[in-house]
């Protein structure tokens, strides 16, 4: 059989690293694009012999052109596409308003701006039938934030949700399946920045009915399943990943 090719973005560091790295493992060939050219070197090394990286910002057009040209010369065509670029920035009810819409579209824009353009430019290049693309959501999106500033991020990964599920529709007929994933808190990201206190993350595990916050291999586990054969009659789901704390 002829080796699969996935993309992730944003697969320099977190849960896009994982997932590279667990569809490496799978024998996959991989390419990484994120923002900062020194991280992506070394999430490469990481995943592996073999692995391309591409620096690029997602929600820029042009930016998106010129990296999907080098990613459709270099790679062919694409089974496996994950969208998990992005990052949030603190805006709340009480923001200033100038401040809140600078900040509003930068987290519009990263988040859900870049999902939409990658996955359009991408699609000339995805396996039909039998390609993925697989989606990355949050918690935020489906209940909110347990604490104040969330109002850009929960926003962007509505829409992504959304962006998800309309896709599914439109390239079922070409057998590909469009996904999302929905996480809850995972510890073990550069997602907060220097992280939150402790405390913080104990009250978070104390409030889930698994009792534990989220790893990064949770996420991958399951964008490996989504991504597989198994997994050839679902799309147009968002899976959500949070250890109950929907329901804790």
């Given at each position: 059989?002829t080796?699969?090719?996935?993309?992730?973005t944003?697969?320099?560091?977190?849960?896009?690293l994982?997932?590279?790295?667990?569809?490496?493992?799978?024998?996959?060939r991989?390419?990484?694009?994120?923002?900062?050219?020194q991280?992506?070197?070394?999430?490469?090394?990481?995943?592996?012999?073999?692995?391309r990286?591409?620096?690029?910002?997602?929600?820029?057009?042009g930016?998106?052109?010129?990296?999907?040209?080098?990613?459709?010369?270099?790679?062919?065509?694409?089974d496996?596409?994950?969208?998990?670029?992005g990052?949030?920035?603190?805006?709340?009810?009480?923001t200033?308003?100038?401040?809140?819409?600078?900040?509003?579209?930068a987290?519009?824009?990263?988040?859900?701006?870049?999902?939409?353009?990658f996955?359009?430019?991408?699609?000339?290049?995805?396996?039909?039938?039998?390609?993925?693309?697989?989606?990355l959501s949050s918690?935020?999106?489906?209940?909110?934030?347990?604490s104040?500033?969330?109002?850009?991020?929960?926003?962007?990964?509505?829409?992504?949700?959304?962006?998800?599920?309309?896709?599914?529709?439109e390239?079922g007929?070409?057998?590909?399946?469009?996904?999302?994933?929905?996480?809850?808190?995972?510890a073990?990201?550069?997602?907060?920045?220097?992280?939150?206190?402790?405390?913080?993350?104990?009250?978070i595990?104390?409030?889930?009915p698994?009792?534990?916050?989220?790893?990064?291999?949770?996420?991958?586990?399951?964008?490996?399943?989504?991504?597989?054969?198994?997994?050839?009659?679902?799309?147009?789901?968002?899976?959500s990943?949070?250890?109950?704390?929907?329901?804790?």
């Amino acid at each position: 059989m002829t080796q699969r090719t996935a993309i992730i973005t944003g697969g320099s560091s977190g849960i896009g690293l994982a997932i590279a790295q667990q569809l490496a493992q799978q024998d996959y060939r991989i390419a990484i694009v994120a923002r900062d050219p020194q991280r992506l070197q070394q999430a490469a090394r990481q995943i592996g012999p073999g692995t391309r990286h591409y620096a690029a910002d997602l929600s820029r057009r042009g930016e998106v052109e010129e990296v999907v040209a080098r990613l459709a010369e270099d790679l062919g065509t694409v089974d496996v596409l994950v969208n998990n670029a992005g990052f949030t920035r603190v805006i709340a009810a009480d923001t200033p308003l100038a401040q809140a819409e600078r900040e509003w579209d930068a987290v519009i824009e990263g988040n859900l701006k870049s999902t939409f353009l990658f996955t359009l430019a991408m699609l000339p290049h995805l396996r039909k039938p039998g390609g993925r693309i697989i989606n990355l959501s949050s918690i935020a999106a489906q209940c909110g934030s347990g604490s104040p500033g969330a109002l850009g991020y929960s926003a962007a990964k509505a829409g992504v949700q959304g962006f998800t599920l309309n896709l599914a529709r439109e390239l079922g007929p070409q057998g590909i399946t469009v996904n999302a994933i929905a996480p809850g808190f995972i510890a073990d990201t550069r997602f907060f920045g220097a992280g939150l206190p402790q405390e913080r993350i104990d009250a978070i595990a104390a409030e889930t009915p698994l009792a534990r916050t989220g790893r990064v291999e949770d996420i991958a586990a399951a964008a490996l399943w989504l991504a597989s054969e198994q997994a050839s009659f679902i799309t147009g789901t968002i899976t959500s990943i949070n250890g109950g704390a929907r329901v804790g």
